[in-house]
């Protein structure tokens, strides 16, 4: 059973930091690249950080380049996602994603449950 599991959201001031987990199991995590998406009320869901399996290359949306940094563990089966200098529009709730290929060879995303990320004053 694939399970991505959420953790380390919170309430943060502005200008704060906060470091997210995601622990996976239920699949080969070394063999696959992971995702951070956010999601606010009202708004679509969006790619905010990924990495490739190995962690040789990452990718950022434009709105967190220089504060957010994705990083794993894959002896861990963990994904990191530190979250500096964070604004009150970073406000959402936070996913991890894969997209994981299944046996009639269709493409499956999995997702987490989510971790609230609020940052107010």
């Known amino acids: 059973q694939v399970q991505l599991v959420e953790s380390g959201g919170g309430l943060v001031q502005p200008g704060g930091s906060l470091r997210l987990s995601c622990t996976a199991s239920g699949f080969t995590f070394t063999r696959s690249a992971m995702n951070w998406y956010r999601q606010a009320p009202g708004k679509e869901r969006e790619l905010v950080a990924s990495?490739?399996?190995?962690?040789?290359?990452?990718n950022y949306a434009d709105s967190v380049k220089g504060r957010f940094t994705i990083s794993r563990d894959n002896a861990k089966n963990t994904v990191y996602l530190q979250m500096n200098s964070l604004k009150p529009e970073d406000t959402a709730v936070y996913y991890c994603n894969t997209i994981l290929v299944g046996s009639s060879w269709s493409l499956n995303n999995y997702w987490g449950q989510g971790t609230q990320v609020t940052v107010s004053s």
């Open positions: 990495i490739t399996d190995a962690g040789t290359s990452t």
